[in-house]
């Protein structure tokens, strides 16, 4: 070896040890940042005073088919016109839900049930389950439901990942006591949804990085970003569903909502509100979201008390 040799050699090195690094960052630290960003359990919401205080609420737990244990806040109605079970969004938790809580109960007489999500809130787990596990355990839910309520109709209510999470819970062996699904601004699917995000929040789209992380969240949390789909799972559907989605919502796309809705085999109906952000659209108006809900619910047998 000459003297002449050994700034290629350094080159050289220098190289692979360059590409060694990069190939660190891509296989193991960006896709777990992504992991750690995404699925991995968030930071309990502060507590803080809402309708659900007012009320008489029994707190549930329940086992989940993989052995996590599950909350719930459930607020039993004197005239039992049916049980609605109540679905938060991703990093919310099941007190977010009291807005909706007070009108199934108050004005429609039914009893409401509010699930803490898994790796939410008071329930058990490390992950985030984006509604593919969540919508098993939302049978087990209708199962503790049919048990308090002697059977009487039931109504799953989802806004964002708890919109997702009904969705994918219609495509699966529901009870008959299911008789309407209603879904406030839900993404199509776990894949579509982080890549739109990716876009959103970087810029770009990588979807090999989706494919890694998607592996590691196989290894770690026993499920792949590409089979949690509500696209595939309202396919199968014959629960009557009600979709709503704001119109200005970029951050679960409003066309999301038209491909769900012409996905799904069930009878459905379209709500949207023009000028309504990401889970906004009771916000935005309000007045016009309870008449809409109310006609759904009283086209399927669900009467108005108040």
Known sequence: MTSKDVPVIITFFSTVAILALLTGLLIFAVPSYFYRLTVARKAPNPREPNWLDTQAVEELWIQARDGLRLHAYYIPSPLAAGTAILVHGYTGDARQMAYMARIFHDQFGMNVLLP??????????????????????????????????????????????GASTVLMTSGEDVPPELKLIIADCGYTSVVDELSWQMKLRYRFSFPPLIRIVSCMVKRRAGYTFEEASALEQVKKSHVPTLFIHGEADTFVPFEMCGRLYRACAAPKELYTVPGAEHGLAYSVDGEAYEQRLTLFLEKYGFSKIL
């Open 116 to 161: 803490d999500a898994r790796g939410h809130g008071q329930s058990e787990g490390h992950y985030i389950g984006f509604g593919w596990h969540e919508r098993l355990d939302m049978l087990v839910w209708m199962d503790q439901a049919r048990e308090r309520s002697g059977g009487t109709p039931l109504v799953l209510f989802g806004i964002s990942m």
